[in-house]
């Protein structure tokens, strides 16, 4: 299916480059739309990056979001590493695959996930080897976090502290360490998702790419594993910690557990990203390796009650969209509902992982699609 349109991503040239001449605009993972903010992250920082919408262009075929604004992670939350390494092309990157909005906090997901090394061009048998055996885990992936957010004209601004009905908010994140957190700690036990935290997200090891907020819950689209096929969700709860600046598991089921699972045929594919529509989740699907599609977008009815572990068939989640990608280029990696006029909800975002030169306007532009989602919506 092709885009209905498209919106121009103006980021500023001075913030655009990422270690070793990588840009922003790359490597987008995420997107969510609060107002006339757009919400962007890239998967090998350690900030946001917040545009503006404008009006569409005189041929109405596109819009434009501009006036980047960057917001780094650390002036709000204690990340266990700190923003650079040994050097500042060395960046301990958050690895941001999850954004979502629950009207006071904007909560943010790292990707939780291993790293293996890749071979370069040029390299021997003997070193490629080695890199291929290199297996890292970088602290700050280690990332369940929220932000307290304010209004901002039309749009929206981060804070560490604000004031709202009922107190004040702060910004805090899951207890851990480099190491882990509360989360990978008990999921080391689990019996499905257990054996799967010690394999790099890239070959189908532990691997969040999506994150919903669900009433007083949040849900975790899980790229890896897939497991025969299935992909899972973690459903679990956050609540304040007795430690400032400190999130804690709560009991999400009515027996306690501290996360529950739920796993949706997506025909082999794995979890993306994440995105709320009403009562329901829009499943952005795509391989749990490192590979070209196929991607489609799956709506998913949540069950009424909350807490409760589920096996969702594939007969039970409407198909909607068959999204393009290219051949090592434009893989769909992050989405975000878009219309914020009388066809709200209409309208999808996505943005793109590995953008590829015809997708790169100037020096820091890219282009997003916008596709039309059938009228089931």
Same mark, same amino acid.
């Given at each position: 299916?092709h +885009?209905?349109?498209?919106?121009?991503?103006?980021?500023?040239?001075?913030?655009?480059?990422?270690?070793?001449g990588?840009?922003?605009?790359?490597?987008?993972?995420?997107?969510?739309?609060?107002?006339?903010?757009?919400?962007?992250?890239?998967?090998?920082?350690?900030?946001?990056?917040?545009l503006?919408?404008?009006?569409?262009?005189?041929?109405?075929?596109?819009?434009?979001?501009?006036?980047?604004?960057?917001?780094?992670l650390?002036?709000?939350?204690?990340?266990p %590493?700190?923003?650079?390494?040994?050097?500042?092309?060395?960046?301990?990157?958050?690895?941001?695959?999850?954004?979502?909005?629950?009207? /006071?906090?904007?909560?943010?997901?790292?990707?939780?996930?291993?790293?293996?090394?890749? +071979? /370069?061009?040029?390299?021997?048998? /003997?070193?490629?080897?080695r890199? %291929?055996?290199?297996?890292?885990?970088?602290?700050n992936?280690?990332?369940?976090?929220?932000?307290?957010?304010?209004?901002?004209g039309?749009?929206?601004?981060?804070?560490?502290?604000?004031?709202?009905?009922?107190? /004040?908010?702060?910004a805090?994140?899951?207890?851990?360490?480099?190491?882990?957190?509360?989360?990978?700690?008990?999921?080391?036990?689990?019996?499905h998702?257990?054996?799967?935290?010690?394999? +790099?997200?890239?070959?189908?090891?532990?691997?969040?790419?999506?994150?919903?907020?669900?009433?007083?819950?949040?849900?975790?689209?899980?790229?890896?594993?897939?497991?025969?096929?299935w992909?899972?969700?973690?459903?679990?709860?956050?609540?304040?910690?007795?430690l400032?600046?400190?999130?804690?598991?709560?009991?999400?089921?009515?027996?306690?557990? @501290?996360?529950?699972?739920?796993?949706?045929?997506?025909g082999?594919?794995?979890?993306?990203?994440?995105?709320?529509?009403?009562?329901d989740?829009?499943?952005?699907?795509?391989?749990?390796?490192?590979?070209?599609?196929?991607?489609?977008?799956?709506r998913?009815?949540?069950?009424?009650?909350r807490?409760?572990? #589920?096996?969702?068939?594939? #007969?039970?989640?409407?198909?909607?969209l068959?999204?393009?990608?290219?051949?090592?280029?434009?893989?769909?990696?992050?989405?975000? @509902?878009?219309?914020?006029?009388?066809?709200?909800g209409?309208?999808?975002l996505?943005?793109?992982?590995?953008?590829?030169?015809?997708?790169?306007?100037?020096e820091?532009?890219?282009?997003?699609?916008?596709?039309?989602v +059938?009228?089931?919506?």
């Amino acid at each position: 299916m092709h +885009p209905s349109n498209i919106v121009l991503l103006e980021f500023h040239p001075e913030r655009d480059e990422l270690c070793y001449g990588k840009e922003l605009r790359d490597g987008l993972s995420v997107a969510l739309r609060m107002g006339d903010s757009l919400w962007l992250a890239n998967d090998e920082s350690v900030s946001l990056e917040r545009l503006t919408v404008c009006q569409e262009d005189s041929t109405g075929n596109s819009s434009f979001a501009r006036e980047h604004r960057q917001y780094a992670l650390h002036d709000y939350l204690d990340l266990p %590493l700190p923003p650079h390494g040994e050097t500042p092309d060395d960046i301990n990157e958050a690895d941001i695959e999850g954004l979502a909005c629950d009207g /006071k906090y904007l909560w943010i997901a790292g990707s939780h996930s291993l790293r293996r090394k890749q +071979p /370069k061009d040029g390299d021997g048998a /003997k070193k490629a080897h080695r890199r %291929l055996a290199t297996v890292s885990a970088d602290g700050n992936r280690y990332l369940l976090a929220r932000i307290p957010v304010l209004k901002e004209g039309d749009g929206y601004t981060l804070a560490r502290e604000a004031a709202h009905k009922g107190g /004040k908010h702060s910004a805090a994140l899951l207890r851990g360490d480099e190491h882990g957190n509360e989360l990978t700690a008990l999921l080391k036990h689990d019996e499905h998702l257990g054996p799967f935290l010690a394999i +790099p997200g890239k070959d189908n090891g532990f691997d969040i790419e999506g994150l919903a907020v669900a009433g007083k819950h949040l849900l975790l689209g899980l790229r890896g594993p897939v497991l025969r096929g299935w992909a899972a969700v973690v459903e679990i709860a956050l609540v304040e910690d007795e430690l400032p600046g400190r999130l804690r598991l709560a009991p999400v089921a009515d027996d306690g557990r @501290l996360y529950i699972k739920h796993f949706l045929d997506l025909g082999g594919l794995g979890i993306r990203d994440l995105c709320v529509l009403g009562k329901d989740i829009l499943v952005l699907a795509g391989p749990t390796m490192d590979l070209d599609g196929p991607v489609s977008l799956f709506r998913w009815r949540l069950e009424p009650k909350r807490g409760k572990e #589920s096996v969702v068939p594939a #007969s039970d989640l409407a198909r909607l969209l068959q999204l393009p990608f290219g051949e090592g280029v434009d893989h769909p990696e992050g989405i975000t @509902l878009f219309d914020a006029g009388k066809g709200a909800g209409k309208s999808l975002l996505v943005v793109h992982d590995a953008a590829s030169p015809s997708r790169q306007i100037g020096e820091s532009t890219v282009v997003a699609d916008v596709f039309t989602v +059938p009228g089931s919506l």
